[in-house]
Each structure stands twice: as structure tokens, then as C-alpha cells.
């Protein structure tokens, strides 16, 4: 999978993708969990430049999104972070 030609406006990220020699076009919509850290970017809407049509299978559509999508690791950087405060 190849990502390229992203737009950014406000929360909204449109992402051109090559998977399997077809070329896709993905809008994604960045949502943050109420009361909770961090964020992801939500699925709303994708097409096959080629022929129109959502013909990937959700396992293919998750790949992507994993890919896109950060993972947190909040304990993790508290500690890095209070490492290097207790280090100075």
C-alpha cells in the first residue's frame, strides 16, 4: 500500500492510496474520545479511481486504517517523560 497526495482541511484528510495497482481515494475524519486521550482517524468515505466502487474487503480497509492511525502508548511516555525530568 501506497499513500500519497493528502489534503488536509480542518479535521477532514482525503488520502490517495495504491493497493493492489488500483488507485483509491480515502476521506478520513480526525475524532478525539470524549474524556480520553489521544484520537484517530475515522473511515467516512472511500471509492476505486478506476471503476467507483467500494470493492475492498474490510480486511483491506483496516490495513489501511491501521496504517494511518497512531498508537498511543500514554503509560509508556509518562515514564519516558518522568524519566528524564527525574534525570535533570
Do not use: C
Request: glycine share 4%; proline share 2%; hydrophobic share 35%.
Amino acid at each position: 500500500m501506497k499513500l500519497s497526495n493528502m489534503i488536509l482541511h480542518k479535521d477532514i484528510l482525503l488520502i490517495h492510496a495504491d493497493i493492489n495497482n488500483n488507485d483509491y481515494i480515502f476521506t478520513v475524519k480526525w475524532t478525539m474520545p470524549v474524556n480520553k486521550k489521544g484520537g484517530e482517524w475515522e473511515l467516512k468515505s472511500y471509492q476505486n479511481n478506476s471503476n467507483g466502487e467500494q470493492d475492498l474487503s474490510n480486511d483491506q480497509v483496516q490495513a489501511f486504517l491501521n496504517q494511518i492511525n497512531p498508537e498511543w502508548d500514554w503509560e509508556k511516555d509518562k515514564e519516558q517523560i518522568e524519566r528524564v525530568i527525574d534525570q535533570d
